[in-house]
């Protein structure tokens, strides 16, 4: 018997066809390796859209929907191009080798843990989930995972700075608190988007000196300030045209500026075309397909912005005898300078609790949607929406919440109990807010409204999750629920539809 030597072995061709015939096809060659990596890159960057795009299409149906209406969040519109823009701007491709197991590892883990904390967080307080859009979250974490699998977790981690762009950006609540907090109005709207516009270019070019990006990012800013500015005094009615505001400030501009920082010269060599792909196979593109379906399964209908609401009476408050009282001016800073916020006060009775009506009114009803799951009340935790049978089957979106007196650690913040509904009067909408003073004893109205704010939104809500409390929920005292049923009946009766 001969024996074959290891010398042999390493002089005998091996047939690359059987050992990856199972591999997608990534064609090689001397004079094409350049040209063939950088189309086996485009076809990722396809399969890695379609991925995104088929489970969270109707969430992007709805959101831009509602941008189309007149949502205040219409620089969403260019956060994708400001995405891609960053990921261009890294080319240097990742060190090391790659570990196709890894991949798969590192991606499964950290990804469904992010889905899962998303998917806690929705269901723990879906509230704020409503106000923060988590679905939005939810489609990047998926994104990140799904290029962790396609493209390698190197890559991924190298791009961290659009993974943290993205999701510091997909939800509007951060956007629309800082709008906000600028003054709110046209030109406070483009100015933030044009500052989201150079952070972007800012990240988009790692490869250059950090003085050369923070000026042209700053430069960026700056015009973008400068041309919302002289767009809006020129006559531009910034609140009816948003969008070209948004694409104007956040899209033209920072592009403009990212091709102006890139062909200052670059101190990168290698561009992504050069870079070595890891190998995966047709079975890999389908586990990715059937995680894309389950995601799909799992992801809420966008029903947000659906739908018209039911009509009322225009003078329900004067058949009440309910006259608007004080007046919170602080509601044009988020939905537009055509927007009121009235408190109308009810009538004391003896042994009940005191209540107010609270009205905003705007005739963007998009706007006013896109803050249905406000809770324009002072509370040490956030309460949750729960829903609300108002007694007219013509108005369908009735809601109560009721802070948790057990559960306050503020005694200057006072308990109470809102139920809430949207109609339309004419061309007008109006959010109602039924509020009741929880101290039944208490002769004081109830609490004024007041401005969203970071702490109350964003870090309350944050330190409450990691102390690990219990559901905020509450019981509410039988007196102040019929107090509240009480007014509901009376506004139902003077506006309601579906009352004669």
């Known amino acids: 018997m001969c024996e074959r030597g290891t010398a042999n072995f390493a002089n005998e061709p091996v047939d690359a066809s059987s050992r990856r015939g199972s591999d997608l096809p990534t064609p090689s060659g001397p004079h094409?390796?350049?040209?063939?990596?950088?189309?086996?890159?485009?076809?990722?960057?396809a399969v890695l859209l379609a991925l995104i795009l088929i489970p969270f299409w109707g969430i992007f149906r709805g959101v831009v929907l509602a941008i189309a209406a007149g949502a205040p969040f219409a620089y969403?519109?260019?956060?994708?191009?400001?995405?891609?823009?960053?990921?261009?701007?890294?080319?240097?491709?990742?060190?090391?080798?790659g570990d196709a197991e890894a991949d798969w590892i590192l991606a499964g883990f950290f990804g469904g843990l992010g889905l899962f904390l998303r998917h806690l967080m929705s269901n723990r307080f879906p509230t704020l989930s409503g106000l923060w859009q988590?679905?939005?979250?939810?489609?990047?974490?998926?994104?990140?995972?799904?290029?962790?699998?396609?493209?390698g977790v190197r890559r991924v981690m190298q791009t961290w700075a659009l993974w943290v762009f993205a999701v510091a950006t997909v939800t509007p609540l951060p956007y629309l608190l800082v709008t906000a907090a600028a003054g709110g109005g046209a030109v406070?709207?483009?100015?933030?988007?044009?500052?989201?516009?150079?952070?972007?270019?800012?990240?988009?070019?790692?490869?250059?000196?950090?003085?050369?990006?923070?000026?042209?990012?700053?430069?960026?800013?700056?015009?973008?300030?400068?041309?919302?500015?002289?767009?809006?005094?020129?006559?531009?009615?910034?609140?009816?045209?948003p969008l070209w505001l948004a694409v104007l400030c956040g899209g033209a501009f920072p592009v403009c500026g990212f091709l102006v920082l890139h062909g200052i010269g670059s101190r990168a060599t290698q561009s992504a075309g050069n870079a070595v792909l890891p190998r995966r196979s047709w079975g890999s593109l389908a586990v990715l397909g059937l995680g894309a379906g389950i995601v799909l399964l799992l992801n809420q209908p966008y029903t947000a912005f659906d739908g018209q609401p039911a009509g009322a009476r225009a003078n329900w408050a004067?058949?009440?005898?309910?006259?608007?009282?004080?007046?919170?001016?602080?509601?044009?800073?988020?939905?537009?300078?055509?927007?009121?916020?009235?408190?109308?006060?009810?009538?004391?009775?003896?042994?009940?609790?005191?209540?107010?009506?609270?009205?905003?009114?705007?005739?963007?009803?998009?706007?006013?949607?896109?803050?249905?799951?406000?809770?324009?009340?002072?509370?040490?935790?956030?309460?949750?929406?729960?829903?609300?049978?108002?007694?007219?089957?013509?108005?369908?979106?009735?809601?109560?919440?009721?802070?948790?007196?057990?559960?306050a650690t503020d005694p200057h913040v006072?308990?109470?109990?809102?139920?809430?509904?949207?109609?339309?009067?004419?061309?007008?909408?109006?959010?109602?807010?039924?509020?009741?003073?929880?101290?039944?004893?208490?002769?004081?109205?109830?609490?004024?409204?007041?401005?969203?704010?970071?702490?109350?939104?964003?870090?309350?809500?944050?330190?409450?999750?990691?102390?690990?409390?219990?559901?905020?929920?509450?019981?509410?005292?039988?007196?102040v629920a019929a107090r509240a049923q009480q007014v509901v009946r009376r506004v139902l009766s003077a506006g309601g539809p579906g009352h004669g």
Not at 135 to 149: F, S
């Open 32 to 45: 094409s390796e350049r040209h063939n990596n950088r189309h086996d890159s485009v076809v990722r960057l």
């Open 414 to 479: 006072p308990d109470w109990y809102v139920v809430t509904w949207l109609w339309r009067t004419g061309a007008t909408y109006q959010q109602i807010f039924v509020v009741v003073n929880q101290t039944w004893t208490s002769k004081a109205a109830p609490p004024v409204p007041v401005p969203l704010s970071i702490r109350a939104n964003v870090i309350g809500p944050a330190l409450w999750l990691m102390r690990q409390q219990a559901d905020p929920g509450t019981m509410v005292d039988p007196l």
């Open 134 to 151: 988590l679905p939005l979250v939810g489609a990047v974490l998926w994104a990140a995972c799904a290029a962790a699998v396609l493209f």
């Open 188 to 241: 406070a709207a483009a100015a933030v988007t044009g500052v989201i516009g150079g952070v972007a270019v800012f990240l988009a070019a790692p490869e250059h000196p950090p003085v050369w990006r923070l000026g042209v990012a700053a430069t960026t800013s700056l015009v973008s300030v400068g041309a919302a500015v002289i767009a809006v005094g020129g006559g531009l009615d910034g609140t009816r045209s």
């Open 318 to 407: 004067a058949r009440l005898g309910l006259p608007a009282g004080e007046q919170f001016s602080f509601i044009q800073r988020y939905l537009g300078p055509r927007a009121t916020f009235a408190r109308h006060a009810v009538p004391s009775i003896p042994g009940l609790p005191e209540a107010a009506v609270d009205v905003i009114a705007t005739d963007n009803l998009a706007a006013l949607r896109t803050y249905r799951d406000a809770l324009w009340y002072p509370a040490t935790v956030p309460p949750n929406y729960q829903p609300f049978e108002l007694g007219d089957r013509a108005v369908v979106e009735g809601r109560a919440a009721a802070t948790d007196s057990s559960l």
């Open 76 to 97: 969403l519109t260019v956060v994708p191009l400001l995405i891609a823009m960053i990921g261009v701007g890294h080319r240097r491709p990742p060190n090391g080798v």
